[in-house]
């Protein structure tokens, strides 16, 4: 089973930036994609990014919300994934997670990892 635990998270005004670190256990890491996620209080837990394994080419797909100013990425030496994000605003404020995923329809899924305790990102305008 993999563990990820998240970090980076913190209080900030709108317009700064922030960059959060997923470090995933298991040595099947490099196998997966990995993907971001956020969930802010009373709502479900959305989307955000994920980054494609080198043999799935590397590519990254973003929620039309944080395209253009967040950044996934990953190292697979370190078994460790990041998300930087530019230009915040107060709807950006969520715990936000790490998991491997899947392609699921016009998204992706956790696929079945356990969520971790999240990193809180708090955006004050």
């Known amino acids: 089973q993999v563990q990820l635990v998240a970090a980076g998270g913190g209080l900030v005004q709108a317009g700064g930036s922030l960059r959060l670190s997923c470090a995933a256990s298991?040595?099947?890491?490099?196998?997966?994609?990995m993907g971001w996620f956020r969930q802010a209080p009373g709502k479900e837990r959305e989307f955000v990014a994920v980054?494609?394994?080198?043999?799935?080419?590397?590519?990254?797909y973003y929620a039309e919300a944080v395209k253009g100013r967040f950044t996934i990425s990953r190292d697979n030496a370190k078994n460790m994934v990041f998300l930087a994000m530019n230009s915040l605003k107060p709807e950006d404020t969520a715990a936000y997670y790490c998991?491997?995923?899947?392609?699921?329809?016009?998204?992706?899924?956790?696929?079945?990892?356990?969520w971790g305790q999240g990193t809180q990102v708090t955006v004050s305008s």
């Open positions: 980054i494609q394994t080198i043999w799935n080419g590397g590519s990254t």
């Open positions: 298991g040595r099947t890491f490099n196998n997966f994609d």
């Open positions: 998991a491997p995923v899947v392609r699921d329809r016009n998204s992706w899924r956790n696929v079945g990892a356990n």
